[in-house]
Structure formats: C-alpha cells, structure tokens
C-alpha cells in the first residue's frame, strides 16, 4: 500500500492560523504588536523570494515586517550596527539575518551577535545550548517544525528507532536534541557513515537533512516508516528533496512531499518563534 502523504502546506497554514490568534490576543492583552526584522544583504534572487516569503507570513499572522535590505558590498562592521541596533530596539522581536550572506561576511560571527531572546532562527551558541539542556528558549524552525508534522499525524516518538540523516548546525544537530528530548533512540548518519541504507533501513521514523537529490531510496526504507524529507535540491527535473519519492512511496507510511512538505512548515514556525520572542521579552 503507498504511503500516505504529509500535507505540509495544509498543516503549516493551521500552524499560522493559530499563531494569528496567538497575535490578536497576545497584542489586545499587552498593547504590543510583535515585530520581526529580516536581514537580507545583497541580491541573490532565491534568497530574496524566501525573505518576501516571510515578511508576507508576518503581515499575515499581525507581526510587524521590520525588513532591512543592505548591499552586496557592505562591510562586516555596518551589519554588526545594524544588528545592535536592532538588539537595542523594543520594537524589534525577532531577528532574522537570512544565509548565506556574501563571502566578506562571517556568517557564524553575525548570527552569534543576535541577541538570545531574539534569535528567532535559533541559531546562536546560547540558543542551541538551552536546546542542549532542555532550557527554555528559541528552537531552530525546521526541525521544530518536523517534529509538528510527526505529532500532527500521532506518530509515537517515545521509544521509536529515529534516523536522522545530516549533521548541519540548523537542521540535523537541532533535531537530534527535539528527538532525544521525546526519548526517541536517535542514530545520525552522515557522509562517512558505513552502509547508509542499512542503517536508515531500522528506523521507525527517517528524516532526510543533506542536501543530495534522491539520496534515500526504497532500499533504505522500513516497510510502514514515516519519512521527512527536509533536502530542497534544485536540479534538472525541478526541485527534488533528498528522498526518491516515487520509490519510496510505495515502501514508507507516511510521507512529506517537496515541495508542499516541511518548507512550508519553517515559515509557519518561524511567525510562531516571533511571538515566542516576543514573550520573552516581556520576561
Ligand atoms: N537565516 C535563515 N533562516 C532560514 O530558515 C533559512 C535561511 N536563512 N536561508 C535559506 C533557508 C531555506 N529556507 C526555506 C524556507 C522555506 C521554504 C519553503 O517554503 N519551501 C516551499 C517552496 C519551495 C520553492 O518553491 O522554492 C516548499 O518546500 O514547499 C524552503 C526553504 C529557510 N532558510
């Protein structure tokens, strides 16, 4: 029997209906209105369309768009003031500096300056040290939003065999913690792993972070698994993920489709950190 499909687009938008009514009531009870300041610097035509993505999500969810827009050429020490000023300033939530950014820029430096309590990405030291420690703070959006599309469809996580494969500090490494935290037994696999579908092959649930088309085919699949694909490769056959999905389809239980799958779901999160933000900093 072929899997069933993971409607990501569906499921998002629930996501961003509920945190649209987390606004209202949020900005009624306190008077104020959340804020998310994207950071785009220079011109790269697919990173403009994933910012316009997001500022049109906030507007929707009644976030304010404190968008930035800064040359291609600008130098490392204009973004540091721009993000202190932005750290400084009540009416900014969240921050978001959107990557890659040009080569004269330090892109693990930059998003390291983010204040914590704004790091709607998740991204800096502090934050994937509260992940660590099961502290409360700001969670990466895709992996927490996979981790939505699991709890969404009842798939149990406590005790089930989860294979995750991919390493990246915004992805893979996040989702070993969500899953280690719902007491999954989690194994990571990576480019130097011995006999890749072998491993994926024990998992109750399997999630795909690296970036290589059609990498997991039927073979690394168990019979009945739930299947995330998070890969967004662009390739002569249009944007594929990292799963062999006509394959694997008739192996898995359940299964995101690219697109339509978890892209969706990292814009939904993302309005849902800002609001998260915006609540901390209230303390
Ligand atoms: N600071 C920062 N934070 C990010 O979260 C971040 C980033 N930089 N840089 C780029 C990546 C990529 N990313 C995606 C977001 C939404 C979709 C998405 O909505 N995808 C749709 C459409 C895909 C398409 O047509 O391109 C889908 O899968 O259905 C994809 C990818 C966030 N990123």
């Keep these: 029997m072929a899997a069933t499909l993971i409607d990501g687009r569906a499921i998002a938008q629930q996501v961003r209906d509920q945190v649209a009514a987390d606004v209202a009531a949020f900005t009624a009870e306190t008077g104020v209105t959340p804020g998310l300041a994207t950071l785009l610097v220079g011109d790269d035509p697919a990173s403009a369309v994933y910012v316009a993505n997001k500022r049109r999500a906030c507007v929707a969810a009644g976030i304010a768009d404190l968008h930035r827009h800064l040359p291609a050429d600008v130098a490392q020490e204009q973004v540091v003031a721009h993000l202190q000023e932005l750290n400084a300033d009540p009416q900014v939530s969240g921050i978001l500096l959107q990557l890659p950014v040009p080569a004269q820029l330090d892109a693990t430096l930059l998003t390291g300056l983010i204040a914590p309590d704004k790091d709607v990405d998740g991204l800096t030291p502090i934050s994937a040290g509260r992940l660590m420690q099961g502290a409360p703070g700001l969670r990466p959006c ?10 969404r469809h009842d798939v149990p996580l406590e005790g089930a065999e989860a294979v995750v494969v991919g390493r990246s500090d915004l992805v893979g490494k996040p989702l070993i913690h969500l899953l280690l935290q719902r007491n999954a037994t989690v194994t990571v696999c990576h480019s130097r792993t011995r006999d890749l579908a ?3 092959a024990r998992a109750d649930v399997l999630v795909a972070a690296v970036g290589v088309p059609k990498l997991i085919g039927a073979d690394a699949v168990k019979p009945g698994a739930a299947v995330i694909d998070v890969g967004i490769n662009r390739t002569d056959d249009g944007l594929v993920g990292d799963v062999d999905f006509d394959a694997v389809r008739e192996v898995a239980g359940l299964l995101t489709p690219v697109p339509g799958g978890v892209g969706p779901m990292t814009i939904a999160l993302l309005l849902s950190n800002t609001l998260a933000a915006a609540r901390l900093q209230r303390g």
């Design 142 to 151: 895709t992996p927490s939003g996979v981790i939505e599309l699991l709890d």
């Design 198 to 200: 072998a491993v994926c």
